[in-house]
């Protein structure tokens, strides 16, 4: 089992929607939760961070945390064509490991 | 601050060669990951650092791999002898070790021949 699971996608989300991603987590020691945003070919980029159990909201990103579940969820408000990327999810465990899931594809159609 | 630096940007080289990718973190951040990412594989953590020492390297793939951290602002990973199967995009990110996440280079990307 991987520490950190995704499920690959591609998610088809019609412009203007909420895209929903999910993530699950082994390791209940995990700290901190994070979402990167990748764009082909480019490098993965902060979008989101979160620590405490509920929701934290940015803009047109919610990030949501169930340490109970191991659960991280990311919604995505209003699609726009340029949200189209890779999503990864990461953990940062104890002495600061950081691990990524797989990453899920998000494709926004006009 | 100009970010995680890598160099360089691209490297072609022949099977059984020495490869050497290079990464300048970001000034005051204590911790430097090195990750590999392929299509197959996705995103796979190789080794990390904090304050110049390595913590944990249960991912590099074998003794051809090693990776070093002279000091704070200059990390390398070498591949020696290099093999096709080799060939990927190696990520250096740093960060504080906080909650606020790590931050990426733009990435080598290592084609072996």
């Known amino acids: 089992q991987k520490e950190v699971e995704q499920n690959s996608g591609p998610l088809s989300v019609p412009e203007g929607a909420i895209a929903s991603l999910n993530c699950t987590y082994s390791?209940?020691?995990?700290?901190?939760f994070f979402w990167y945003r990748q764009y082909s070919g480019k490098s993965p980029e902060l979008i989101m961070f979160?620590?405490?159990?509920g929701d934290k909201e940015d803009g047109r990103f919610t990030a949501q945390l169930n340490k109970a579940s191991q659960y991280v969820s990311l919604l995505i408000r209003d699609s726009q064509p340029s949200d189209s990327a890779t999503y990864l999810c990461?953990?940062?465990?104890?002495?600061?490991?950081?691990?990524f899931g797989a990453g899920t594809q998000v494709v926004v159609t006009p | 601050d100009a970010g995680v630096i890598q160099s360089p940007r691209h490297e072609v080289t022949e099977m059984g060669q020495e490869v050497t990718l290079r990464c300048k973190p970001i000034?005051?951040?204590?911790?430097l990951f090195w990750y590999r990412q392929t299509m197959m594989r996705g995103l796979e953590l190789l080794i990390y650092?904090?304050?110049?020492?390595?913590?944990?390297d249960s991912g590099m793939p074998e003794d051809r791999f090693s990776a070093k951290m002279p000091n704070a602002s200059f990390s390398t990973l070498k591949i020696q002898p290099s093999e096709p199967r080799d060939s990927a995009v190696y990520f250096c990110?740093?960060?504080?070790?906080?909650?606020?996440?790590?931050?990426f280079g733009s990435g080598t990307r290592l084609t072996v021949v």
């Open positions: 990461a953990t940062r465990g104890r002495r600061g490991k950081l691990q």
């Open positions: 979160i620590y405490s159990n």
């Open positions: 390791d209940r020691g995990s700290q901190s």
């Open positions: 990110a740093s960060g504080t070790g906080g909650d606020y996440g790590y931050t």
């Open positions: 000034s005051g951040h204590d911790y």
């Open positions: 650092f904090n304050n110049n020492v390595p913590i944990d």
